[in-house]
T-cell receptor, first 113, second 111 residues
Framework: ETGVTQSPTHLIKTRGQQVTLRCSSQ?????VSWYQQALGQGPQFIFQ???????GRGNFPPRFSGLQFPNYSSELNVNALELDDSALYLC????????????FGPGTRLTVT | QKEVEQNSGPLSVPEGAIASLNCTYS??????FFWYRQYSGKSPELIMF??SNGDKEDGRFTAQLNKASQYVSLLIRDSQPSDSATYLC???????????WGAGTKLIIKP
């Protein structure tokens, strides 16, 4: 176990709805990165938060947004859900903004119907 | 476009043999290299990381890095059925904040 937790474990939403996913980082880690992993693919970087600021963003549209809180936990929000948003959403925490040695939570499986 | 390439497999190896997993990357500025293991339906688990050319050993695992050839590999000695999983290679540049991931190689260890 990495000490990184995510909620919920599974989620089913309808196209057009909005969803919020949550992540608690490992103790001593101040950086959280979010990834989307489609079936049979490697994780795709969504964005990273370091000390409550967005530290970088991958090739995802603005309807993917996030937050990091003073305790370094984080949220991923997705608006106007599309069928292609169905995936495993992974949160990873690391000790600093350099992103080395990231440790993953168990993930949230999102299904959009 | 920075890319990380892995053979998707499946790679089938007899129990007790050495499994060899390979990864190539396109960005010559890459500085950090990671191997993750992912069981079906689970999240990736960090196995090893390597920063310098050469070999790095940790128990039954050895990571090998050749920056000139832009090649990183993972060797698993005395393979066990519990090693059956998808192995993901991830790469990070010097000033980048993000990991670039391969699609993974599925490894099957046959008893």
């Amino acid at each position: 176990e990495t000490g990184v937790t995510q909620s919920p474990t599974h989620l089913i939403k309808t196209r057009g709805q909005q969803v919020t996913l949550r992540c608690s980082s490992q103790s001593g880690h101040n950086t959280v990165s979010w990834y989307q992993q489609a079936l049979g693919q490697g994780p795709q970087f969504i964005f990273q938060y370091y000390r409550e600021e967005e530290n970088g963003r991958g090739n995802f549209p603005p309807r993917f947004s996030g937050l990091q809180f003073p305790n370094y936990s984080s949220e991923l929000n997705v608006n106007a859900l599309e069928l292609d948003d169905s995936a495993l959403y992974l949160c990873a925490s690391s000790r600093s903004g350099s992103s080395d040695e990231q440790y993953f939570g168990p993930g949230t499986r999102l299904t959009v119907t | 476009q920075k890319e990380v390439e892995q053979n998707s497999g499946p790679l089938s190896v007899p129990e007790g043999a050495i499994a060899s997993l390979n990864c190539t990357y396109s960005d010559r500025g890459s500085q950090s290299f990671f191997w993750y293991r992912q069981y079906s339906g689970k999240s990736p688990e960090l196995i090893m990381f390597i920063y310098s050319n050469g070999d790095k050993e940790d128990g039954r695992f050895t990571a090998q890095l050749n920056k000139a050839s832009q090649y990183v590999s993972l060797l698993i000695r005395d393979s066990q059925p519990s090693d059956s999983a998808t192995y993901l290679c991830a790469v990070k540049g010097y000033s980048n904040y993000q990991l670039i991931w391969g699609a993974g190689t599925k490894l099957i260890i046959k008893p």
